[in-house]
């Protein structure tokens, strides 16, 4: 298959007649394509396909095809139908009325080619670029970030069901390769209990008996994998993927005490960033959230905020369900930079703000990042019963601490964090600490009190930061963020983001870069029909709350 550049500038003049004919207001499909223009050309998918061989449809036809699709929640065979039947699609993809469309299949098709090429991000910037040149979205003023949860195409095991559906999956898989090897091997009890389903078993109620059902798996997947790595196995059993993924797997969850197969102690287990949760989806991860806990990945939606343009998303990352918010913040920040979008003010939560973040963003990209710096965690300084960091007067010309008792530092040395990151550790000599009346409120260690300072500049920040947070100024600069919550909800109830429709990162990642195209695709609509954003639900009790 080879790639024909077809031009979408022009719209068949027999079309453009019928559908505006039939559609005299217009749509969300002959709006969008009138402000934006065709969004894609085929030359910006022209490393997805060889220079030689059958003509392919137009891939930037096949582009738009898709973030309609995802507009609209339509699937593939309703899609390819909607490009065939619908004039409004026509009238979108410069198509004649005659046109008859193409095989669903092909959608799919075009699909694997952007996730094998990691540009799913080309469709999604696309549509931000034709919005740019539409004077709908420019850099520079607020922005803000929040991110949610996103399930697993696939179903949640528990432990036991996990290591069971494992082995059973490694043993469907050796059969189909090598039956009578593995036949041959199987001990009898083997088919009862790894022949049937996980849910359709009946695994022991008592937890000491699922222990030792645990322990028994682990066993006979031990004598699997010893015996595919025997001399004797037919040779390529050990690349199976489900054999590698049953290997990995028996690594964190099993091992051998005194020549024994035992269940790992949960504490023993790897952390949520590389542990194994199902051998259907091997790159979901379990993450957790104060009291939410869940199986799949997170995506972080950023979008404008201004009220005298549309608010679109900008940029949509996806990660595995455990990294952590502040992790990304870097990331999002180059890739607004890399488009030319970056802000003045970006406006996150808490997950994302820290002295290091807020340094950072100044430093290389010239953002005001705000939102709530955590308070201090020690014992007794986040009540105010014992001293912190801001009770003590610091000169970094001269590396040296003075203590609310007048007493100067007796160590000052340059270390590392356990993050790796810069600290300064500071000592103060146990003789001034002993007599010192205020000691009470300061340390009770024997050996003196001990301050663990960041980089200068860090540290400035930090404290300013929890000064401002505190003042009226900064609620009503903050209280923008909020609006963000409104992005996401949209996306779950309108667009299915919260659950994947694919198996991996890759693929749910290209299925967030689609939704976040027809995410904006659908406010650019509503702001050029004059469709008000919703307002903030309150309930009846909640309003008439009284005043002050």
């Known amino acids: 298959m080879s790639l024909r550049g077809v031009d979408l ?33 085929d030359a910006d998918f022209e490393e997805l396909f060889p220079a030689r061989g059958r003509p392919v449809i137009s891939p930037a036809r096949l582009a738009l095809v898709s973030v309609l699709q995802f507009a609209e929640g339509l699937t593939d065979r309703q899609a390819a139908h909607a490009v065939r039947s619908r004039l409004d699609w026509k009238y979108a993809l410069s198509l004649e009325l005659t046109d008859t469309g193409f095989d669903f299949s092909v959608l799919s098709e075009f699909r694997a080619r952007l996730v094998e090429a990691d540009a799913g991000r080309a469709v999604f910037d696309a549509v931000v670029t034709a919005a740019g040149e539409a004077g709908l979205v420019k850099a520079g003023k607020r922005q803000r970030t929040d991110a949610t949860h996103v399930l697993a195409s696939t179903r949640d095991l528990n432990r036991l069901e996990f290591v069971v559906e494992t082995l059973r999956a490694a043993l469907n898989e050796v059969a189909e390769v090598a039956g009578d090897w593995l036949a041959a091997l199987a001990a009898p009890e083997w088919f009862d209990r790894y022949a049937a389903r996980p849910e359709d078993s009946r695994f022991p109620s008592r937890w000491a008996a699922r222990v030792e059902h645990g322990d028994q798996c682990g066993a006979d997947g031990m004598v699997l994998l010893e015996e595919v790595w025997s001399q004797e196995a037919p040779p390529g059993l050990r690349v199976l993927p489900a054999v590698e993924f049953l290997r990995r797997t028996w690594v964190q969850q099993f091992q051998r005490i005194e020549d024994v197969v035992r ?37 972080h939606l950023s979008e404008t905020c201004e009220p005298d343009a549309p608010h679109l998303i900008t940029h949509i990352h996806t990660t595995p369900a455990p990294v952590n918010d502040d992790a990304v913040l870097e990331d999002i920040h180059a890739a607004l930079a890399e488009r030319g979008l970056l802000p003045d003010e970006h ?4 997950g994302y703000v820290d002295a290091e973040q807020i340094h950072h963003a100044r430093r290389d990209h010239g953002i005001e990042l705000v939102g709530p710096v955590k308070s201090t965690t020690v014992k ?3 009540s105010g019963d014992i001293f912190d960091n801001t009770r003590f007067t610091i000169d970094w010309d001269q590396r040296r601490a ?3 008792g007048g007493q100067t530092n007796v160590v000052w040395r340059e270390d590392q964090s356990h993050r790796g990151t810069p600290v300064t550790r500071v000592r103060f000599a146990a003789r001034h600490c002993d007599p010192c009346e205020l000691r009470t409120s300061c340390t009770s260690s024997r050996t003196g009190r001990n301050l663990t300072l960041r980089p200068k500049a860090e540290h400035d920040i930090l404290q300013q930061a929890r000064i401002e947070q505190d003042t009226d100024q900064w609620r009503r600069r903050y209280g923008h ?44 609509d509503a702001w050029l029909t004059g469709r008000p954003l919703a307002r903030t639900r309150v309930s009846p009790f909640a309003a008439i709350r009284p005043a002050g």
């Open 9 to 41: 500038a022009e719209i068949p003049e027999e079309t453009a007649r019928v559908a505006r004919a039939v559609f005299p207001k217009g749509c969300l499909a002959m709006r969008v394509r009138d402000v934006l223009g065709p969004v894609f050309a």
């Open 263 to 299: 269940w790992r102690e949960p504490k023993n287990t790897p952390p949520g960033l590389i542990r194994l949760r199902t051998p259907y989806e091997p790159e979901a991860r379990t993450g957790a959230k104060r009291d939410l806990g869940w199986s799949g990945y997170k995506v």
């Open 347 to 350: 406006l996150v939560d808490a």
């Open 380 to 382: 007794g300084q986040a």
């Open 402 to 404: 003075v203590c609310p």
């Open 481 to 524: 963020r909020a609006g963000v919550e409104g992005t996401i909800s949209q996306g779950v109830q309108a667009f299915g983001l919260r659950r994947s429709r694919y198996r991996g990162l890759a693929k749910t990642r290209l299925q967030h870069h689609f939704t976040g195209a027809a995410i904006n695709l659908a406010r650019i």
